[in-house]
């Protein structure tokens, strides 16, 4: 997208509105199938839910990553074959349950003993299961996002991991072991220590065939053909059944987040320093409040005001509603901002905090844009109200 499509697209439909490209998205899935050439690929749908996300990648044959009855029966709505399906997650409530049951879900990760147990307890066919290690790492990574690090309430211990493995072994029912250890890695020596875990689990638990390494590639960074290096003569020497599960890696640089400035306020006016108030904040794009995320921002064509150095705020009152920090910009009121690698955890994490209708989103497929969810409105926030 250039700057003046972009800028048409903010003239066009307002702002903020989310833009992505789908295009973006079908070659990182390439990229990603280049360094794993084995590998099924479940896209973590949590990161962007969309279901023109999901028809893409199932046109592909990619598969999908579900932790709620929402997101099977998108992926499913999308065209993703229950085959391709895997339900994850520590909630793994009954609707989901039933929902996987009744799409035919061919793989379901178990978070805990009582999963297993409410798996076993209900009625119909039973999936193959995987059960989920806490590797008990401790990945360089925000706290936040650090799923396999002491202290994180996912998965079990290998121990445990192994006793319930060899339990549903017993019952024919066992795939294999999942573990995803954390978002944003960008150093692929996790790779080793992950594997140092799962090791001797393959070991003790020989029917185990299935070794799900989870998604967390992060962006920018991810070293794919160094994590590939790691993890494919490995999965190759123990003759195991490779599965991925990223999300971020796939959707994140396809997506951009327009915003406007609304106002400029100077630093004399507020104790030392300058703020773009935006019309996009936490509300739209929860990730800098939720793990001060510092993603790329720019100005789209000619910006109006003198350049400064301050920080990029929403609308909301909270301190922690920003976009960025400390970004040198010569924007004023009025000016167009593109909030960059903004396609995974933007829109689907986008709330309706201070009764602020979610952004409208545009998806390009081909070169073509078009409104693919339209802006929310007042009345559609009130529609629920009794
Ligand atoms: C969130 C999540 C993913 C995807 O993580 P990314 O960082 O977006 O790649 C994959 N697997 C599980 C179990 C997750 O919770």
Redesign the pocket.
Known sequence: MTDADLAALAAHHGTPTYVLDLDDVRARLAELRAAFPDAHVHY?A??NGHPAVLRALAERGAGV?A?TEGELRAAAAAGVPGSALLL??PGQDAAARAAARELGVALV?LDGRAQAAAWRAEPGPLPRFLV?VHPQLDPATHPH?A?GAMGSK?GVTPAVAAALARDLAEVGRLAGF?V?V????ADPRTYDALLAVLDPLFDAVPEARVANL????AVPGADLPAVAARVVPWVRRRGLELRL?????LVADAGTLLTRVLWRKEPGETGGRTHWICDAGMTHYARHALYGAEPPIRGVGTLRGRPATGDVDGPACENGDRLGTDRTLAADAGDLLAVGRAG??GAAMASTYTAAPRPAEVVIDGGVARLARRRETPADLAARDA
Do not use: N, Q, V
Not at 182 to 185: R, Y
Not at 214 to 217: D, K, R
């Open positions: 973590a949590k990161a990553e932790i994850g997650g990760s989920r996002l799923t996912f999942h995803h954390g978002s944003m890695i989870g998604g967390g590639f599960e990223p999300g971020r890696f995974a955890y």
